[in-house]
Structures are given as structure tokens and as C-alpha cells.
């Protein structure tokens, strides 16, 4: 990594006294060139920092929005290759906003582990958040990507208590992810005051930037989400408005620009 983009990006927004707002699309959802489109499109939109999702045909984490958009791009030709080659074509226009692959180990470790750092690192990958390989299993991953360059961010959940933490955070960098409710993505929404405690719980623990996601769907979430944590994640509800485009046989363009628009919305509740 030529540049630390992510540490970068959280200096800035801490500069500019708000939280970092982190869209989140599946990459080849609904379709190559749309996925590509709107993954181009978020910085303007105000995204700083991207989470882009690797597809894969069980994935034990999310709901049925993210779910679906998985089968969406399996079923359009997506590979993790062609995943890495969206970031490429990113890279040639926007080499300033961070990018996180969030996506599970099965397709990593079919791929090989070393190549796809390797590959990542040069596509421009800023990070990873590969959510079925806890700390027990950091060598399989988290040390080669480290030792590489490549941030590993690491999930913490509501029910992570002190001693669990230590342990989850030993090899994060980037930023934590606290997943803002027990269970899968896109479903309800967590309470405010129990969201700052946790978040207040795991500064105890870290210096690293705090970003809360699950649970985040509209600019009113980001809004209170944004009072108490360093960043807001926002998931199933973008990809929910990806669905909806499908559903009603609208143009990719047509898609891009209604989700656009809403990361827009969502951006103009980030500052504090």
C-alpha cells in the first residue's frame, strides 16, 4: 500500500468535526457495468470510505437483502477476480477514498491467500473484513495481510465483553466495526444510548476509529449514529434500493442514480 488512504480519511473527517459515512454495495450486483457505475459514483455522493462486498453463495452473516444481491451477482458472472478488477477500474479515476473488501474466507482460500494480497494490494484495496475468520484463526490471514499492508478490520458485537475485546482488537487496524445488533444485517435497529455505550466501551480499548453498522437505514440513523461513533456503516438499505430497481425493470443508470441520491441524503446527516 503506497499510502494509507483509511488513516488519511478518518484524519479528514475528524478534521471537519463529523463521521465517516461507509456505503456499502455487493460488487456485481445487480450487474457488471451497473455495480461499476455506482461503485464510480459514491464519493460524489459523499461516501468516504466504501465498503465493497465479495459475492459468495453462502453468506451466513447477512440478510436476505445482501443475501439476494450475492445471488444477484453470482448469477451475472461475478468472480472474485472481476471484483478485484472493479477496484482497478475504481483506482484509475479515485485514488483517494479507501476501500474495503468485506466478504468471506471460502472464495480467498480457493484463490490462494498470498496471490489475493498480492492482488488486492496492487488493485488498490485499502482493507479487509472477512467475517468468518475469528482471532483464533489470525494466522490464516490477518498476519500475511498486516505483514503486507492491507488493514484488517475487525467486527465487535454487543455481546463482546471486556476480556473478548482485548482479544478481537490485538490485530485490528483500520478501524473496529461494531455491529450494532445480534443477529444477521437488515434487520431492526439498535438503541442510541445502548450504541454509545458500546462504542464508549471499546475507545477503552483502542485508539482506533470506531464505526457502527446494522441496523442503519435512513439519514435520521446516520444522523444519531453519527453523534457517538468516529463512522456509520450503511448496508442492506442501499442494497435494498438496487432490489427495488431490478424489481421494477429500471436501466442501471436509472439505479445508479436513485442510490446516488440516497447516499447523498444519508451523507447530509454525518457532520455534528
Known sequence: MSRDRLNERFALVREQNRAALIPFITAGDPDGDTSQALLDGLPAAGADVIELGMPFSDPMADGPSIQLANLR???????LARTLTMVENFRLKDDATPIILMGYYNPIHH???QAFIDKALSAGVDGLIIVDLPPEEDVEMA?????AGLHWVR???PTSDDARLDVVLKHSSGFVYYVAITGIT???SAEQQTVADAVARIRRHTDLPVAVGFGIKNAEHVRATARVADGV???????DRVAEGVGSGRPGADICAEVHRFVRDLAAGTGR
Open 143 to 147: 498476519h500475511p495481510c498486516l505483514a
Open 155 to 157: 467486527l465487535t458485537t
Open 111 to 113: 484463490y490462494g491467500v
Open 73 to 79: 451477482a453470482l448469477d451475472n458472472g461475478m468472480t
Open 233 to 239: 456503516v450503511v448496508g442492506s438499505a442501499i442494497v
Open 186 to 188: 437488515g434487520t431492526r
